[in-house]
């Protein structure tokens, strides 16, 4: 190729190169965003920075797994509440609703329907740890109540109890009247309790017939 030639080639590729790295550079500048212009993510602006060493590893894993379970031990315990209940023996055997507590100006009671027992909401549901309470009436306005044969429980007796789960069944262990005053016997328990209740038919109906009754081990659901 004559030096003329070569002359021109090397300056027109040279001519190529820069307008190249002018394009390049002209990129770059475009694309940076300006100071004091960005918005920061709040998730990490407003975290302090925490060093991830193989400790904070394992503690942030291990609240995370206790976490887990400690949901995992509220549903496995959690059960559906009861529908129904039989007492074999004095021939009981009725549905059972759910009754949640009101205040008014007669003070705090449950409303039990007159045609059902009446599971009281905030007590332990069957399966489950807890003190399971129900009541029924044992005399209404049209005539004897659910638990009118209830006056004639004994221990030994057993009790169903069903829900959605299935049939739970429990053995009567105590019989005791208290004053209607007396709320210990709602308390809750670490251990399964089915406690019935009703009132005394004495004219007054200011005490009530309690009836405690303890899970037949294995205690379990039934189909």
């Given at each position: ?16 190169l ?35 060493t ?6 942030v ?28 023996r ?23 329907p ?110």
């Amino acid at each position: 190729m004559p030096r003329g030639l070569r002359r021109v080639a090397l300056l027109a590729w040279t001519t190529l190169l820069l307008v190249a790295c002018v394009r390049v550079q002209v990129q770059r500048t475009s694309t940076v965003e300006p100071v004091g212009e960005r918005t920061p993510t709040p998730a990490v602006a407003e975290r302090p920075a925490v060093e991830r060493t193989p400790e904070t590893v394992v503690q942030v894993e291990g609240a995370r797994s206790a976490q887990a379970s400690g949901l995992r031990t509220l549903f496995r315990y959690r059960m559906p509440p009861p529908t129904a209940l039989q007492v074999a023996r004095l021939g009981i055997d009725v549905r059972v609703v759910d009754v949640a507590s009101v205040a008014d100006e007669r003070g705090w009671y449950w409303p039990v329907p007159p045609d059902a027992a009446a599971h009281l909401a905030g007590t332990a549901n069957p399966g489950e740890p807890g003190n399971i309470a129900i009541t029924g009436h044992v005399d209404t306005e049209r005539g004897p109540g659910v638990f009118w044969r209830l006056l004639e429980v004994q221990p030994g007796d057993e009790v169903t109890v069903w829900s959605a789960a299935g049939s739970f069944t429990y053995r009567v262990t105590e019989v005791r009247v208290v004053p209607e005053d007396d709320r210990s016997v709602l308390r809750q328990s670490d251990r399964e309790l089915l406690t019935l209740l009703t009132c005394v038919p004495d004219g007054r109906y200011d005490h009530r017939l309690v009836v405690r009754a303890e899970p037949l081990r294995p205690a379990m659901a039934q189909r």
